[in-house]
């Protein structure tokens, strides 16, 4: 296996490919099934191909697929996993060069394709279980997938699901696995291996790419436009509690046998010192029948408390453990496992129960995955407590980006327009690497219904509607427009900003202002709120819904005017000066000096006062400020309070309005959180959160370099880079941002009279100070 360096140099050298919308390559080659009667529902199974070979080519190039999730392996190498997540509609495929892999002689290729069925993540689409593979190149035809491969199920594997609701929230995630080893045909991947009992598979429809006419399959192919995952061996850190075994000393932070003995049983709980996604892999030799089970949690819960409470993430005792997990039952042999799905922890439970023989674990390891990012940014400040904040932030933005952005990984990995906006500026400034963010721009332009809105979220088999959410994925394809030189990607988005915005036109009411709409209208988790509503009148919208859409309308102008239509540019300038005038009509209130979520100005927030600045509806600095610094200081029994989430929005409109300075003195909701020993950013920075790890609270991230060093985007596409910093009660700050051209590099020193700024850029980069 590659070190992390070298994975991650190979993965930022891939090309930055313009994936089409449609892609009309011929295929040759047919699906494949399980044998009749065997693809609905959940099952693992087991697909292979011999074959023999004079000599290896130098090149042998091949695309597959799958339906629902594969594993690829060649002569027993495991080569490449996927598909990337998308829709059946929108069904990725890997190409992959398997000659380095070949041998003369007698040769294997290996798939393992499951499909969760009933149990699926809400993420995961299926149409039912179908494996394809098509060498490029028409003279290797023999190894398409086709009548000659032979099929077998894996007996082994069961599904263990995860509850969608229970006491300790909601979850959308696919299931856990049950992992017998005296039913699993081991050495099936290898050439030799006797398959004569196997099934030959069942033929389905020719293979056909997106755009195709008349295809005559439901999976519609387009290429992989992202890398492939990183994959890196990591130690777990230590032994927080034993029972009925003492391990090594130094397990599991480095390999260490120990054995349980027969008929008994041993509990361990291992912490892997931070929060982690990946593959847990347990090595067992001996036990015949003993059961080990895996279980997973981002942390404990306080025993006496309410449900959900944790207390601080590094205190175990006392309190209870609930998580879910996996269970391998041994067959007495030396084995490996790993689940086919990566997991999520920072506490995994081992539980070992034996039989009559006594069971030796071997190890217990993980191996880390996610999206290849590669950290560019740099902060650097004489506060050690900035430093942890960076780090955590980077650590959150990780593990919440996989084959998409995801809202967390534990609980639903699902992506939300509203939580991938903010994780999208988060990539930008501290990797650079824009390839998830146009594939999350486009799954969500895809998920657009009928009504003209996109999903909540997507993909997700399961359709949820937040309108407010559209409205920020607008933003979000402005984002891109902003930071990334890529317009024509741009301009394919357009149809989508329209659609969205002709949605919200058709309930504008006589008076300018939007009618009651249908879904949910979520904004951020506010306790006083309903289901995160924000509150209205009784047949109008809030203040915040309404200032969203005017944002959306500001962003498509600018979008339409530079790579659209000037006239339709035109007339959205014209709502939203329009709309702009009814919102500070109606909604303002001088005897407040502030605008009221409600018409009758009985409620307010600091949700609608925040977003009124970044709209620009306020008259002039002075006041912008003097607004900012009231909304900021509010107690929340005056004004509705900011989530970590809505902070991104808070601590933006504080910069617009001359406050940035203050930025540094306003952590306090991540000071909170790391001293609860959170090692990732919560949902919510109260002591009820549900999730852990949740990347709309990374905005950090971004304003430690957008606003703190002050270097920023001054025109589309990064063309010109402004810097303005905010070094606050700092005299030096310095540090690094990734930049389309390369890295910008500041080193800010405060006099007393001005700041004193030296910089580098890549050439071609016009800085303006």
């Known amino acids: 296996m590659p070190s992390r360096r070298e994975f991650l140099a190979a993965a930022a050298s891939l090309p930055l490919p313009a994936v089409p919308r449609f892609d009309a390559k011929a295929w040759r080659t047919r699906w494949i099934h399980p044998p009749a009667g065997e693809s609905a529902g959940y099952g693992v199974y087991l697909f292979r191909k011999s074959f023999n070979l004079e000599s290896p080519p130098a090149s042998l190039m091949v695309r597959v697929s799958a339906d629902s999730r594969?594993?690829?392996?060649?002569?027993?190498?495991?080569?490449?996993?996927?598909?990337?997540?998308?829709t059946l509609d929108w069904l990725h495929y890997e190409t992959v060069d398997i000659a380095p892999h070949l041998r003369p002689g007698a040769n294997v290729i290996a798939a393992t394709v499951w499909n969760d069925g009933p149990y699926a993540a809400l993420s995961q689409f299926s149409h039912e279980t179908a494996f394809l593979l098509e060498a490029e190149s028409s003279g290797f035809?023999?190894?398409?997938?086709?009548?000659?491969?032979?099929?077998?199920?894996?007996?082994?594997?069961?599904?263990?699901?995860v509850p969608q609701r229970s006491q300790y929230g909601y979850f959308a995630i696919?299931?856990?696995?049950?992992?017998?080893?005296?039913?699993?045909?081991?050495g099936w991947e290898q050439p030799g291996f006797d398959d004569s009992a196997w099934l030959p598979v069942r033929m389905g429809y020719l293979a056909a790419g997106r755009g195709q006419r008349d295809a005559q399959t439901r999976w519609a192919l387009v290429p992989r436009e992202l890398p492939p995952m990183e994959e890196t061996p990591?130690?777990?850190?230590?032994v927080r509690r034993a029972e009925g075994v003492k391990p090594p000393e130094d397990f599991p932070a480095k390999p260490a046998a120990w054995t349980v003995p027969a008929n008994s049983k041993a509990i361990l709980l291992l912490d892997h010192g931070h929060l982690a996604t990946g593959f847990p892999v347990l090595s067992i030799d001996g036990g015949q029948g003993a059961r080990v089970s895996l279980r997973y949690s981002e942390g404990l819960f306080q025993s006496e408390k309410p449900r959900r409470v944790k207390g601080n993430r590094n205190e175990v005792e006392g309190k209870t453990f609930w998580g879910y997990g996996d269970v391998v039952v041994a067959d007495g042999r030396p084995r490996q496992w790993r689940p086919l799905y990566w997991r999520t922890w920072r506490y995994i439970e081992l539980a070992v129960e034996t039989g009559a023989a006594p069971l030796t674990i071997n190890d217990v390891s993980a191996v880390y995955t996610g999206y290849p990012f590669s950290l560019k940014a740099r902060f650097e400040s004489t506060s050690p407590e900035h430093a942890q904040i960076f780090e955590t932030g980077w650590r959150t933005a990780r593990l919440c980006a996989h084959e998409t952005y995801m809202d967390c990984p534990y609980y639903e990995q699902l992506q939300y327009a509203g939580d991938t906006r903010i994780q999208c500026l988060v990539t930008l400034f501290n990797s650079g690497d824009p390839r998830l963010v146009r594939a999350a721009i486009r799954l969500l332009e895809r998920s657009r219904t009928p009504d003209g809105i996109t999903l909540s979220r997507s993909p997700s088999t399961l359709p949820q509607f937040i309108p407010p959410f559209s409205l920020w994925w607008i933003c979000m394809v402005h984002d891109y427009w902003w930071y990334v030189p890529d317009p024509d990607f741009v301009r394919e988005m357009l149809p989508g900003v329209r659609s969205v915005l002709g949605f919200y036109q058709q309930?504008?009411?006589d008076d300018g202002l939007l009618a009651s709409m249908p879904y949910w209208n979520y904004v951020d988790w506010?306790?006083?709120?309903r289901n995160g509503t924000p509150?209205?009148?009784?047949?109008?919208?809030?203040?915040?819904i309404h200032m969203q859409l005017l944002l959306a309308l500001q962003a498509a102008a600018d979008l339409e005017a530079a790579t659209g239509d000037g006239t339709r540019a035109a007339e959205y300038r014209v709502l939203a000066l329009r709309l702009a005038v009814n919102i500070r009509s109606r909604f303002w209130k001088s005897g407040r000096r502030m605008f009221s979520e409600d018409l009758e100005g009985n409620r307010f927030s600091q949700h609608a006062n925040v977003l009124a600045v970044l709209a620009g509806l306020v008259e002039d600095a002075a006041a912008s400020k003097d607004l900012m610094e009231r909304t900021s200081s509010a107690p929340p029994s005056e004004l509705d309070p900011c989530s970590v989430y809505f902070r991104f929005y808070l601590d933006r409109a504080m910069a617009k309005a001359g406050l940035g300075d203050r930025y540094l003195e306003r952590l306090g909701t991540w000071q909170f959180m790391l001293s609860e020993g959170l090692t990732t950013w919560a949902e919510i920075d109260r002591p009820e959160t549900r999730s852990d790890c949740h990347a709309w609270g990374a905005s950090p991230n971004i304003e430690f370099l957008r606003t703190v060093l002050g270097v920023d985007s001054a025109a589309p596409g990064f063309s010109k880079v402004s810097i303005r910093p905010h070094l606050g009660p700092f005299k030096r700050l310095a540090g690094a941002v990734p930049h389309p051209k390369g890295i910008i590099s500041v080193e800010i020193e405060r006099t007393a009279t001005a700041y004193a700024i030296k910089h580098s850029a890549p050439p071609g980069v016009e800085i303006v100070l």
Request: proline letters at 10%.
């Open 234 to 238: 990591v130690r777990l850190a230590k």
């Open 174 to 186: 696919g299931p856990c696995e049950k992992f017998d080893a005296a039913k699993h045909p081991w």
């Open 535 to 544: 509150p209205s009148s009784e047949d109008r919208m809030s203040a915040t």
């Open 507 to 509: 309930f504008i009411g």
């Open 141 to 161: 035809d023999q190894i398409n997938a086709g009548p000659d491969w032979r099929c077998l199920r894996d007996a082994a594997y069961e599904a263990i699901p």
């Open 526 to 529: 506010v306790p006083a709120w």
């Open 70 to 86: 594969y594993e690829l392996r060649v002569n027993g190498v495991k080569l490449c996993w996927g598909p990337a997540r998308g």
